[in-house]
């Protein structure tokens, strides 16, 4: 049987080579092919020369260029993240990234999402350094990097809006983000950083060093430490929805901040301090580097942990000796990944390369959910291990074919003891039972991949790519994620591209070795069909305007509130059929010392259909309570503007406008409804209103070498503080917590 399936995976993979070799090809298959475009500096560029630059994209196997990517990329450069001020790449995406949210969870750390595709883990999008993918499988899916305040050895990031599987493979539902590091090309010299928070508190230092030992080889060197205290609860409080007693039998108000100690704001993993590493040496076509990073960040009980019946759990779970809050084990998760990849291009002819690469990642995880500083209870601890190879061939064929096909290879190691997350593991016995643990039997599985694409310049209007990718992993069907696009080009200012994809997900490791163990089943994979259609202007060579719409239909596999007690994660699983669409406007202008960028979205839930017997957390809509997202806002407005007031001196600023949670609302409604005790008290509407976000930063530069900057966080905070409230998602739908305002100072010394 495995034989046939082998055979079965390895016809498909030719079968698909073939195809695209043979479709679309014309009359010309052998013209001449054109020389090598001569590279510049694409971040100097102006918005119109940086549209026909020739690139590798992200959205694409094949070379192409920023107006013809067959998909939707928000590029942010070093220049932009040093302008935003931000804190995190959390803080950093929201702030650029048009229809991005993040919401809150109890249960587990922070959670992005894009156009309305959000969940209770990190599991629908792919985050990756330098083309290496960085997901936790195991449990939670992308939770390194994200936390941490140290950015400058970031050059740029790329964030494919919208499906990515076939070219990234399965996790690439919502999004891919691609997080490119200097190297000794781009930098040379020394930098130093240092930077810190008042109010949500915090210390950074950062110091990156880049030596040339040629015109094509050098070496960089990073490294970046933090310490995160965080916002006091008094700067950033948290508001229950519901009022309700506590284990003391103490009234706690609901819609007024909650009076007893609770961890800081976004405070660091047992008070740890953050660390990221980096090492690149690079050689004309050769590269290899090595990353290590550690972070965490502690995240706040939800009503259940902290009330007794009927509003929580503490009598069953109370133990005599708790005399307090502060003696509560603080909820959090905690990771620590080391990788190591290298990378060469093998350049065989002027129009045939094939890139090879190999990679080693070792990630350990912790999570500690609500239990006191003497027993451990809800806790999780495991480390798994990839081992990775692929290998990729570009030919360009002629002017009008551009070909590439490749495989990828992946062992994991799973189930593995824990090396050890630093600090004091006294508490830290995970209670699950095998496989899930650190304390189970190892298992391995392999993943073999296939994946081509092939690009057609038909004429000077028409361009298509055609591509997909296949996967077959040891506990799974194989997963086909094809694409096709076109791109028309009926003037040289106006773009028309139409985007058609599927993109699969593999679920997490431990249900797939859960569902293989009890019943004998390979895991069916979550899949979204997406169609999109955009169309950009480039208006004048300093402004550029962009429209886009999506229609997204997505076999949901997600968290089941009504599973609790079918296994011991509460029933992951295929819960139902999600129809959204909604509408992107994007425009940036730039001119001399000045840039202004806006963008707003919008997404509406079309219809969802729930699989008998299972519930949602995703919507109230089934169950007859509204049409929207419970964890989304429907509309999205993101400004950000900048100022060169002079050589020396410049400002800058930010806003992001969540409009209103109908979504929430409804479901925090259905609750109440149906549930006992009430989810909501009467007349409370706190939560489900506008959230706003308003940074504003003043750089100067005293001297060539020498840069300092004051930053202030939202600010629309100091008129009231529901302006900054962030929804907790996925449980009660009527908690928040609202982020402080506070400022930061930054310095940031280069020599050569």
Not at 123 to 142: A, D, P, Q, S
Not at 345 to 354: A, L, R
Not at 519 to 538: A, C, H, M, V, W
Request: glycine share 8%; with cysteine.
């Amino acid at each position: 049987m495995l034989s046939m399936q082998k055979n079965s995976f390895m016809q498909k993979s030719v079968f698909l080579l073939i195809l695209l070799i043979v479709f679309n090809f014309d009359s010309q298959l052998f013209a001449q092919q054109p020389g090598p475009y001569n590279q510049q500096n694409l971040f100097e560029m102006s918005l119109q020369e940086l549209m026909d630059v020739e690139i590798v994209s992200p959205a694409a196997l094949t070379k192409t260029t920023r107006r013809l990517e067959p998909a939707t990329v928000t590029t942010i450069t070093q220049e932009q993240i040093r302008r935003s001020g931000a804190r995190s790449l959390n803080e950093l995406l929201e702030i650029y990234v048009p229809n991005l949210q993040m919401i809150r969870h109890h249960w587990e750390n922070r959670h992005l999402g894009l156009r309305g595709i959000i969940n209770d883990r990190e599991e629908k999008y792919l985050l990756l350094v330098n083309n290496r993918i960085m997901n936790e499988r195991t449990h939670y899916g992308v939770l390194s990097e994200r936390d941490l305040s140290m950015l400058t050895d970031i050059h740029h990031i790329d964030i494919v809006r919208g499906p990515g599987s076939a070219i990234y493979g399965p996790g690439a539902v919502s999004m891919v983000i691609n997080i490119v590091t200097d190297n000794a090309m781009t930098f040379e010299g020394t930098e130093v950083t240092g930077r810190f928070g008042a109010i949500e508190e915090f210390y950074s230092g950062e110091v990156k060093y880049g030596q040339k030992f040629s015109e094509d080889s050098g070496l960089f060197l990073y490294f970046g430490t933090d310490k995160y205290i965080g916002a006091d609860q008094k700067d950033s409080p948290l508001v229950f929805g519901t009022s309700f007693n506590d284990f003391w039998l103490r009234p706690i108000e609901g819609g007024k901040p909650f009076p007893y100690r609770i961890n800081n704001d976004f405070q660091a993993y047992r008070d740890l301090n953050r660390i990221k590493s980096h090492i690149q040496y690079t050689k004309n076509n050769f590269d290899v580097w090595a990353r290590y990073t550690r972070g965490g960040e502690l995240f706040t009980f939800c009503q259940s942990n902290l009330a007794r019946a009927p509003y929580g759990w503490m009598d069953d779970w109370a133990v005599p000796d708790y005399p307090s809050y502060e003696h509560f084990y603080q909820p959090g998760e905690g990771y620590q990944q080391a990788t190591v990849y290298a990378s060469y291009k093998q350049e065989i002819s002027d129009n045939f390369t094939v890139s090879y690469a190999i990679s080693f990642d070792m990630f350990d995880f912790e999570r500690a959910s609500f239990d006191s500083a003497k027993s451990a209870i809800w806790n999780l601890s495991h480390r798994e291990d990839e081992y990775y190879a692929k290998v990729l061939a570009n030919w360009e064929i002629n002017e009008r074919h551009l070909l590439a096909f490749g495989g990828e290879w992946s062992c994991e190691q799973w189930g593995m003891q824990s090396p050890g997350f630093p600090g004091d593991q006294a508490c830290l016995a995970p209670y699950v039972q095998p496989p899930f643990n650190g304390n189970s039997p190892r298992w391995n599985t392999n993943t073999a991949s296939a994946m081509a694409e092939h690009q057609w310049k038909i004429n000077n209007q028409w361009t298509t790519f055609v591509g997909g990718r296949l996967d077959k992993n040891t506990h799974t069907h194989e997963l086909f994620s094809p694409r096709f696009a076109v791109v028309y080009i009926p003037t040289d200012k106006d773009t028309l591209k139409l985007m058609l994809a599927r993109s699969l997900r593999m679920t997490f490791a431990e249900e797939i070795q859960w569902q293989w163990q009890t019943f004998g089943n390979k895991s069916d994979p979550e899949t979204l069909d997406s169609i999109e259609l955009r169309y950009e202007r480039q208006h004048t060579p300093n402004l550029l305007f962009a429209l886009g719409a999506f229609y997204h239909d997505l076999d949901v596999i997600a968290w089941d509130p009504g599973a609790w007690g079918v296994k011991w994660d509460a029933g992951t699983k295929n819960i139902g059929e999600l129809q959204q669409y909604g509408l992107e406007a994007e425009m940036t202008y730039e001119k001399d010392s000045f840039r202004f960028t806006a963008s707003h979205g919008y997404t509406k839930l079309a219809n969802f259909s729930l699989m008998p017997g299972a519930g949602t957390a995703l919507t109230a809509e089934p169950y007859g309570y509204g049409d929207d997202l419970a964890n989304w806002s429907n509309h999205i407005t993101k400004l950000v503007v900048g100022y060169q007031i002079d050589d020396k001196l410049r400002i800058d600023g930010s806003a992001r406008i969540y409009w209103g949670f109908p979504g929430a609302e409804d479901y925090a409604k259905y609750n109440t409804a149906n549930s006992s005790p009430i989810a909501i008290d009467p007349g409370y509407d706190d939560p489900y209103g506008p959230s706003i976000f308003l940074n504003i930063g003043i750089q100067h530069q005293p001297s060539k070498n020498l840069t300092v900057r004051l930053d202030a966080y939202n600010l629309m905070g100091l008129i009231d503080r529901k302006y900054n409230k962030i929804l907790y998602g996925f449980n009660e739908f009527s908690d928040y917590r609202a982020s402080s305002p506070a400022i930061g100072v930054s310095a940031i010394y280069r020599c050569k």
